[in-house]
């Protein structure tokens, strides 16, 4: 199996998982760097989660419909020329396998012979790029990046649950580039990528992501106190 065929729920996936981790990570420790209660902390940490997740969702279906839309438009105007102009379509297809490399006969045979058994998926593959596999699923999207948002955004709430007072931001910390870093590298060993660049990729840019976050919260929790 070519991993291009996971390209839809993965991108969803790992984005919604990304997220989750780096935003409610960095929301709670931008609260707790702000000198705020634990439960503060942890209010914020769920909010995070439950606004996050919806957003992602929300995100995901609008822009992947749009994907949809495109796609669906496309695919009706081929059926259009092809129901007007068949012979014109036919000499399109035998012009897109001459421009890939066949002779001027092969791809005239090839183009009649896949016409015969499904003209229009074979426009659709060979003209627009389209496969009926990868066409865009705005609710699958939208579903996989909320539930990956919600499971990993857990995490950082988790940590501060779990573990003493005097812990909380460590853990917070720990837990999330931990999970970045696991995160990441499965990502890139579905992706076919190397899995250690992935890993160091996902966790330099979710730490940079707390570290910001956490000094603003800091010297908002100064100016409060001043």
């Given at each position: 199996m070519h991993r291009s065929s996971r390209g839809g729920w993965l991108r969803a996936a790992v984005l919604g998982a990304d997220d989750g981790v780096v935003s409610t990570a960095s929301l709670m420790l931008g609260v707790a760097a702000a000198s705020a209660p634990t439960q503060t902390v942890l209010v914020a940490g769920v909010a995070g989660l439950v606004a996050g997740a919806m957003s992602m969702a929300a995100g995901e279906y609008v822009s992947v419909s749009s994907q949809r839309d495109a796609e669906h438009a496309d695919i009706a105007l081929e059926k259009g020329e092809l129901a007007s102009d068949p012979k014109g379509e036919l000499r399109e297809l035998i012009a897109i396998y001459e421009k890939r490399g066949l002779d001027a006969e092969l791809s005239k045979k090839v183009a009649e012979q896949l016409s015969k058994k499904?003209?229009?998926?074979?426009?659709?593959?060979?003209?627009?790029?389209?496969e009926a596999s990868s066409l865009a699923r705005p609710i699958q999207a939208a579903f996989v990046s909320a539930a990956s948002f919600a499971s990993l955004a857990l995490l950082p709430i988790a940590a501060l649950l779990f573990t003493p007072v005097a812990w909380h931001v460590a853990a917070i910390v720990v837990s999330a580039l931990f999970s970045l870093a696991?995160?990441?590298?499965?990502?890139?060993?579905?992706?076919?990528?190397?899995?250690?660049?992935?890993?160091?990729?996902?966790?330099?840019?979710?730490?940079?992501?707390?570290?910001?976050?956490?000094?603003?919260?800091?010297?908002?929790?100064?100016?409060?106190v001043h």
């Open positions: 499904n003209r229009l998926v074979t426009h659709m593959r060979d003209e627009l790029g389209l696991v995160l990441g590298g499965l990502g890139g060993r579905l992706g076919g990528a190397p899995v250690l660049r992935a890993a160091i990729r996902a966790v330099a840019g979710g730490g940079f992501a707390m570290a910001v976050t956490a000094g603003i919260g800091h010297l908002l929790g100064l100016l409060a």
